[in-house]
C-alpha cells in the first residue's frame, strides 16, 4: 500500500479542487521532489510546495497511517529535520521531529482504481501482465525505456567486474581475465571458472606465456583436471606447482553432467591456455578493438558463440573500464558494438516480441532481460514505465474491459 502512495505522489495524482493540510492551509504541490531509492533518509529529496501562499523547499516522508512516523523512530532521527511536509493516507495524530517541531500534515488518499489495476498487474496468471498493452506505446517511449534499461544492466556488470578488478589487487588486466574466464563456463560452470580464475597465480604463469605447453600445464592443473588430459600435463605440473608452490582447487566443482562435450571444462580451459599464449585475453588487446570483428579475432575458438561472449565479456569490461576511469569513450564504444549485433535468440525475448515489442539488436535483447529479471520477476510493475503507462489507464481501458481477473 505505501508503493501506491509514493507512486500517487511522485506522479501528482492528487485530488481534483482545493488540497489542504491537515490543520486547514491551502497546499499546492509544485515539484513532489526526487525520489530517494535508498533506505536511509526521507523518502524525496527537494521537494516544493506552496503553504497558504508561501512556498517551502525540503524534503517529504510519506507513510500510511502518520503514526507510523513514530512506529520508525523518525521522531529520533536528526536526518529527518529537514522533513517539511509528512505525505499520509490516515492522520490519525500530531507527529513532531527531533527538535520538537510539528510537521505541515497532507492527507493524500490513494484512489480505488489504481488500487485495483495494481492488484491486477500484481495477480495477473499472464505473463507479462502489462503484455496487452505494450503494442499500443509509442515506439519513443518503447525506445527511451529499453534505453534506461540497457544502461541499468551495464551499471549491473560494471559492479561485477569491478569486484573482480578489487578482489584481484586492484588489476583490471586480472579482473577482465576474470570475467572472459566466467562466460567460458557458459551458464553451468560460470561460478566454478571464475573460482579457478582467482586461483591462478597470473604473476607466474606470465615468466612462462611463451611456452604453449606450460601455459596449459598451469591451467590444467590449478584446475584439479589433470586426468582429464595426457600425462605429460600432470609432470610438467609437478615441476611448476614445486617451482610456485601451487595450490589447484577442488576438482569436484566442475560440473560435466548435461554438458556438451565442447563445453566440458578441461575443454575450455585449454582454449583458455591458447588464447592466453597468444595475448587474446588482454585488455589492452580488447580496448584496441573497434568492431565486433576485431573482438571476434580474439574470442575465436571452436565451439564458442562469438555473439554472447562479445555480448557478455567484451562490451561490459570496456563498458566498465570506460566508466570507472571517466574515458567516455569507451562507453560509447561498448553501446554501439551492441548495436551492431543482432538480438539473442531466446525464451525472454521471444516472450516480448509476442507481446508485439520490436526486438532488432543485442541492445534491444539485454534492455529486455533485465527488464525481465529486474522487474517482471520482482513485481516491480510500480518502477516499470510499461507498468506505468497499464496504470495510467490510457491503453489499459482498450483492451481490459471484457475481462477483469479476480
Known amino acids: 500500500m505505501e508503493r501506491l502512495l509514493h507512486y500517487t505522489w511522485r506522479h501528482k495524482l492528487l485530488p481534483l ?78 507527529v513532531k521531529t527531533s527538535q520538537g517541531k510539528t510537521l505541515t500534515t497532507f492527507e493524500l488518499p490513494v484512489a480505488e482504481q489504481l488500487r485495483h489495476d ?5 495477480r495477473s496468471e499472464k505473463y507479462p501482465p502489462c503484455y496487452r498493452i505494450i503494442k499500443e506505446i509509442p515506439r519513443l517511449k518503447q525506445h527511451s525505456w ?5 544502461v541499468e544492466r551495464l551499471k549491473q556488470k560494471t559492479e561485477a567486474i569491478e569486484e573482480r578488478v578489487r ?16 562466460n567460458f563456463g557458459f551458464g553451468i560452470n560460470s561460478e566454478a571458472f571464475e573460482m579457478w580464475a582467482s586461483a591462478l597465480p597470473l604473476n607466474s604463469v606470465v615468466h612462462h606465456r611463451d611456452n604453449l605447453f606450460q601455459v596449459e600445464a598451469f591451467f590444467i592443473g590449478m584446475a584439479g583436471l589433470l586426468d582429464k588430459v595426457e600425462e605429460r600435463y600432470a609432470r610438467e605440473f609437478a615441476y611448476l606447482q614445486r617451482k610456485f608452490d601451487l595450490k589447484p582447487i577442488d576438482p569436484k566443482i566442475w560440473k560435466y553432467l548435461r554438458t556438451r ?77 551492441l548495436e551492431t549485433i543482432k538480438a539473442e535468440d531466446n525464451n525472454i525475448v521471444r516472450m ?17 532481460i533485465q527488464l525481465k529479471k529486474e522487474y517482471c ?26 475481462e477483469r481477473i479476480t
Open 118 to 122: 495494481y492488484d491486477e498487474l500484481i
Open 261 to 337: 562435450p565442447q563445453n566440458f571444462p578441461h575443454v575450455r580451459i585449454m582454449q583458455l591456455a591458447k588464447m592466453y599464449h597468444e595475448q587474446r585475453t588482454s585488455l589492452s588487446q580488447l580496448l584496441a578493438c573497434k568492431t565486433t570483428k576485431d573482438i571476434s579475432t580474439l574470442y575465436n575458438v571452436k565451439g564458442a558463440k562469438l555473439d554472447l561472449l562479445i555480448i557478455n565479456t567484451a562490451v561490459p569490461a570496456i563498458f566498465a573500464y570506460g566508466r570507472h576511469h571517466a574515458k567516455e569513450e569507451y562507453e560509447t564504444q561498448a553501446f554501439d558494438l
Open 377 to 402: 520477476d520482482k513485481k516491480e510493475c510500480i518502477r516499470c514505465r510499461f507498468g506505468y503507462e497499464f496504470l495510467s489507464g490510457e491503453y489499459r481501458n482498450k483492451f481490459f474491459s471484457e
Open 146 to 150: 529499453l534505453s534506461t534499461l540497457q
Open 17 to 94: 479542487g482545493e488540497l489542504r493540510t491537515t490543520d486547514g492551509r491551502l497546499i499546492e504541490v509544485i515539484h513532489p521532489g526526487i525520489y530517494n531509492s535508498s533506505d536511509a533518509g526521507p523518502d524525496f529529496f527537494n521537494a516544493k510546495i506552496k503553504v497558504d501562499g508561501v512556498i517551502w523547499a525540503g524534503n517529504v516522508e510519506l507513510h500510511i497511517k502518520a503514526s507510523d512516523w513514530y512506529r520508525h523512530h523518525h521522531d529520533s532521527d536528526p536526518a529527518y529535520d529537514s522533513v517539511i511536509l509528512h505525505v499520509v493516507c490516515q492522520a490519525d495524530m500530531e
Open 352 to 368: 516480448w516480441k509476442e507481446c508485439g515489442l520490436e526486438v532488432k539488436t543485442a541492445g534491444d535483447s539485454q534492455a529486455l
Open 167 to 182: 578482489v584481484n589487487n586492484n588489476s583490471w588486466e586480472a579482473g577482465y581475465f576474470a570475467t572472459l574466464t566466467r
